[in-house]
């Protein structure tokens, strides 16, 4: 059965593209086309963008930074992103609104639980940047932590490869692949794909867990009609 409410997590890296840092627009326009063609066929889609592509907090504590303001330099990447993110998508032809757990209320909306549900449930796409708002969170935690409390039924991590691997498959030619997991099962394993509280409070929250490759056009909406291959983690 089609999911009626999604939340996707998108690294910042994804929009690298080849690049490799900051802003692609070749991949940010096939990106957003592919988000703006699945929010036509009728899902409501939440994103939680990360902002590696531009810093990433710990590499700040490699420059003399300390956690909390390394992590609020890489919350202030999520937000350029989720912003070039809701322009992208609006040009592609779907309604957009970038949101910010950091409130910065001259650049984009500050986010409100309540507010995202209304645009969700007006057919927006939600673009959620500023993490959790705190330092010591990853974005795959704060994706969690959004789809649980927005009552998403599935969490679509996009990456580079077309599921979950039980070591990085572009290093390790022996990796296997799996095509369903528990999230007990990744928790134990320790399974690198989502970190450890991301997975467990996807399990409390009884969220299934999609990981898909983004690097296909058209995959996302694929996977939102049960087809493509992925990675499904169950409770």
Do not use: W
């Not at 609104?97 to 500050?110: D, G, I, K, T, Y």
């Not at 290093?171 to 928790?187: F, G, Q, V």
């Amino acid at each position: 059965m089609r999911p009626q409410r999604v939340l996707v997590k998108l690294s910042g890296e994804a929009l690298a593209g080849p690049v490799g840092n900051g802003l692609d627009g070749v991949t940010l326009t096939a990106l957003a086309a592919d988000i703006a063609h699945a929010s036509r066929e009728g899902v409501e889609i939440g994103i939680v963008v990360g902002g590696g592509n531009f810093f990433r907090g710990v590499q700040g504590l490699n420059k003399g930074l300390d956690r909390t303001t390394a992590d609020s330099i890489g919350m202030l990447g999520t937000v350029m992103n989720a912003l070039a993110l809701e322009h992208s998508i609006e040009a592609a032809g779907a309604p957009a609104r970038a949101m910010s757990a950091v409130p910065m209320p001259s650049l984009c909306e500050s986010y409100a639980r309540k507010r995202a549900l209304d645009h969700l449930s007006n057919g927006k796409v939600v673009i959620l940047g500023g993490g959790t708002g705190n330092p010591y969170f990853t974005t795959d935690t704060g994706a969690a932590l959004r789809a649980a409390e927005l009552g998403c039924s599935h969490l679509l991590k996009a990456t580079q490869v077309d599921g979950v691997y039980s070591a990085d498959p572009k290093k390790d030619p022996a990796a296997t692949r799996y095509d369903t997991l528990t999230h007990e099962d990744a928790i134990k394993r320790d399974l690198k794909v989502m970190d450890t509280a991301a997975f467990a409070l996807a399990r409390d929250a009884s969220l299934t867990i999609v990981v898909f490759s983004i690097a296909e056009p058209g995959m996302l909406a694929a996977v939102l009609r049960g087809e493509g291959r992925a990675t499904y983690v169950t409770p």
